[in-house]
């Protein structure tokens, strides 16, 4: 059996429908709020994350300079080794050494060496970890030698107290060096979090914005479909289907207006009307006096050319307004239909012509005159009357 001939649909073509449906039947401002509140959430994660970065930038400014001036230490702490008994065999030798680097003695570059460890000292304040400064502090004392004498217990105690201190600072240089790279590691990571919360902030204010336009867009069209609707009615003859009066008017008198801007060819009307129709009414009833209004219309729709107007203007009366052709043809035109075998009900009809542009209740005036002569002069025929 063919699915399709029984109203089988794709499943695609489903959910298509159901989403839009959806979709459309939620409350706008429901819909935007509850947008609107996930955007606000993740801007203010994106924030918190801002300000950590922000944090964890400048710690890791701090931790740059802690690692320069450790690394100045080292530098300069290379120059205890020239106070080393074995390589400066006396006072003399390692204070002429001191020299040709810079320190007037030995307590010189102790002192400039405890300098940086207190600079160390003011910067790990500012610092969220604590660095073990002071014993380094405390063993630079014991790193200058107050005697020079070449005994050998005192150049190992020297010795070894120098391997310690650069031990020392290896490590103190290691573990700034761990902290900063796990501080870059951190902000790297909120950097990559803020990126996608950003991402998805966009997304989801564009997907609103299209949301609000799509929905917008299909409002509009349905209320210009509705309007049109309406619109349509308010002009058309509910039993016949033809213009009523009000659009006639309005029609024809664009119609005009245009003939005039575009000195375009002259129409003509016609007044049509059912005889005897109160006779026909009160014989057969009003439900049959209907049907012959109606079926009255359908002669003059089959027979009038589509660009011609027509429109029930009356209880029994209808109006033609034929575009393009004067009232002679017209009448030809009204006379023919009125012999044709597929017209059975009796009409009379009064015809003008609108050559000179002029209002159309004038017109209809004038085509009234001609109807009211075709009444009189017993019936079933069309005249015309010229202004
Ligand atoms: N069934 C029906 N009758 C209508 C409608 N509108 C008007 N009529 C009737 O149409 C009749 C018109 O009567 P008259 O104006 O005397 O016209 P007539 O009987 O055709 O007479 P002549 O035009 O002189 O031939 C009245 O009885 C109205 O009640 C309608 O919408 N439906």
């Known amino acids: 059996?063919?699915?399709?001939?029984?109203?089988?649909?794709?499943?695609?073509?489903?959910?298509?429908?159901?989403?839009?449906?959806?979709?459309?039947?939620?409350?706008?401002?429901?819909?935007?709020?509850?947008?609107?509140?996930?955007?606000?959430?993740?801007?203010?994660?994106?924030?918190?994350?801002?300000?950590?970065?922000?944090?964890?930038?400048?710690?890791?400014?701090?931790?740059?300079?802690?690692?320069?001036?450790?690394?100045?230490?080292?530098?300069?702490?290379?120059?205890?080794?020239?106070?080393?008994?074995?390589?400066s065999t006396n006072e003399r030798i390692s204070a002429a050494r001191l020299k040709q680097a810079g320190y007037q003695s030995a307590h010189e570059l102790a002192y400039q060496i405890q300098s940086?460890?207190?600079?160390?000292?003011?910067?790990?304040?500012?610092?969220?970890?604590?660095?073990?400064?002071?014993?380094?502090?405390?063993?630079i004392n014991k790193l200058i030698p107050t005697d020079y004498s070449n005994s050998s217990a005192d150049s190992k105690r020297i010795e070894s107290s120098i391997d310690q201190w650069f031990k020392a600072l290896a490590q103190l240089s290691q573990q700034v060096q761990a902290i900063?790279?796990?501080?870059?590691?951190?902000?790297?990571?909120?950097?990559?979090?803020?990126?996608l919360l950003a991402i998805a902030v966009l997304a989801?204010?564009?997907?609103?914005a299209a949301l609000n336009i799509w929905k917008r867009s299909k409002m509009s069209k349905r209320f210009e479909f509705e309007l049109k609707l309406l619109t349509n009615q308010a002009r058309t003859d509910p039993l016949t289907g033809v213009l009523n009066r009000r659009g006639w008017l309005e029609y024809?008198?664009?119609?005009?207006?245009?003939?005039?801007?575009?000195?375009?060819?002259?129409?003509?009307?016609?007044?049509?009307?059912?005889?005897?129709?109160?006779?026909?009414?009160?014989?057969?009833g009003h439900e049959a006096g209907d049907d012959r209004l109606r079926h009255f219309a359908a002669i003059l729709r089959q027979n009038f050319r589509p660009g011609d107007l027509i429109a029930r203007v009356g209880g029994e009366e209808f109006a033609v307004m034929l575009m393009?052709?004067?009232?002679?043809?017209?009448?030809?035109?009204?006379?023919?239909?009125?012999?044709?075998?597929l017209?059975?009900?009796?009409?009379?009809?009064?015809?003008?012509?609108?050559?000179?542009?002029?209002?159309?209740?004038?017109?209809?005036?004038?085509?009234?005159?001609?109807?009211?002569?075709?009444?009189?002069?017993?019936?079933?025929?069309s005249k015309i009357a010229y202004h």
């Not at 790279?181 to 803020?194: C, G, I, Y």
Request: contains cysteine; positive net charge; proline residues 3%.
């Open 1 to 87: 059996m063919n699915q399709t001939a029984v109203g089988f649909k794709h499943p695609l073509k489903t959910l298509k429908l159901g989403l839009s449906d959806l979709a459309e039947a939620l409350p706008c401002q429901a819909l935007n709020a509850c947008w609107l509140f996930v955007c606000l959430v993740l801007a203010a994660f994106a924030v918190i994350n801002c300000s950590q970065i922000k944090g964890l930038r400048s710690t890791q400014a701090r931790l740059q300079l802690t690692q320069n001036t450790i690394n100045d230490l080292v530098i300069q702490s290379a120059n205890l080794r020239l106070l080393e008994p074995t390589i």
């Open 116 to 139: 940086r460890l207190a600079i160390l000292n003011t910067l790990q304040a500012e610092l969220p970890v604590q660095l073990p400064l002071q014993r380094l502090n405390d063993s």
């Open 180 to 195: 900063s790279n796990a501080h870059t590691q951190r902000s790297n990571t909120l950097e990559r979090n803020n990126l």
């Open 204 to 208: 989801f204010s564009v997907s609103l």
């Open 252 to 284: 024809t008198g664009k119609y005009l207006k245009n003939c005039q801007k575009e000195a375009r060819k002259p129409a003509s009307l016609a007044v049509l009307d059912i005889d005897y129709f109160k006779q026909y009414n009160d014989t057969f």
């Open 324 to 341: 393009n052709c004067n009232v002679e043809e017209s009448r030809r035109i009204v006379d023919r239909i009125r012999e044709s075998a």
């Open 343 to 381: 017209c059975d009900i009796p009409f009379s009809a009064g015809l003008t012509n609108i050559d000179n542009h002029e209002s159309i209740i004038k017109a209809m005036a004038v085509a009234d005159q001609a109807l009211y002569q075709a009444k009189h002069s017993g019936r079933n025929c």
